[in-house]
């Protein structure tokens, strides 16, 4: 089935320093979503991107929408434990009836 | 309050059981889902129901059969359970493309 490339598949990062990953597909998108899972929990979303090179924050999280609509990235900003999870990249496409094409996540350790 | 609840959190069965999972929304959102977790945390769809009707079947086996009783509620029967059905199954609804609110999985351990 069609699957977006996401990476790096995990980072090992020291309090305090940013952080960035990304995600890209052959495929074109209309839709762009980043999403937190904590351990025993289920994925929690962190921002929305509708439109092509779209910009949005989210406090320390910045995502954007690529140009092409085939790629999105995420960067997080001097970074805190609380950070740690596995972060997905999710795309949606036009008349797909609300189905999600996730990424394959980055699992995000940060040392105090 | 809960948004979107499962139960149960933990189910462990032998093969050839069969079980349900349940989920329930109080967010009046229109369409719930069903995704399935494996072991190497990849996510993917696996029914959707809008309004109590399917609106994707991505090619699951028909052991498993998702039932909507009413649109805040979505389960999920399994039949004949195999070792390749362990996995985290998570529940999800939404009204806006995207939005969507996950429950906090069900692990499903087939021995």
């Known amino acids: 089935g069609q699957q977006l490339n996401q990476s790096p598949q995990s980072m090992f990062i020291q309090e305090g320093e940013d952080v960035s990953m990304n995600c890209t597909s052959s495929?074109?998108?209309?839709?762009w979503l980043w999403y937190k899972q904590d351990p025993g929990e289920g994925p929690v979303l962190l921002i929305a991107?509708?439109?092509?090179?779209e910009l949005t924050s989210n406090g320390r999280l910045t995502a954007q929408f690529g140009i092409t609509r085939k790629d999105s990235f995420l960067n997080i900003s001097a970074s805190i434990p609380s950070d740690v999870g596995i972060y997905f990249c999710?795309?949606?496409?036009?008349?797909?009836?609300?189905?999600?094409?996730f990424g394959q996540g980055t699992e995000l350790s940060v040392k105090p | 309050d809960t948004a979107v609840s499962q139960t149960p959190k933990y189910l462990v069965t032998q093969m050839g059981n069969d079980k349900s999972i349940k989920c329930e929304q109080n967010?009046?959102?229109?369409?719930m889902y069903w995704y399935k977790q494996d072991s190497k945390k990849f996510l993917k769809i696996m029914f959707s129901?809008?309004?109590?009707?399917?609106?994707i079947n991505e090619t699951v086996p028909n052991r498993f059969s998702p039932k909507s009783p009413d649109k805040a509620h979505l389960n999920l029967h399994i039949n004949s359970l195999e070792l390749g059905d362990s996995a985290v199954y998570f529940c999800?609804?939404?009204?806006?493309?995207?939005?969507?609110?996950f429950g906090d999985g069900t692990r499903l351990t087939v021995t």
């Open positions: 991107l509708y439109k092509a090179g």
């Open positions: 495929s074109i998108f209309n839709t």
């Open positions: 999800a609804s939404s009204q806006v493309i995207g939005w969507k609110h």
């Open positions: 999710a795309g949606h496409q036009v008349n797909q009836g609300g189905k999600l094409i």
């Open positions: 967010l009046g959102h229109d369409t």
């Open positions: 129901y809008n309004n109590k009707e399917l609106i």
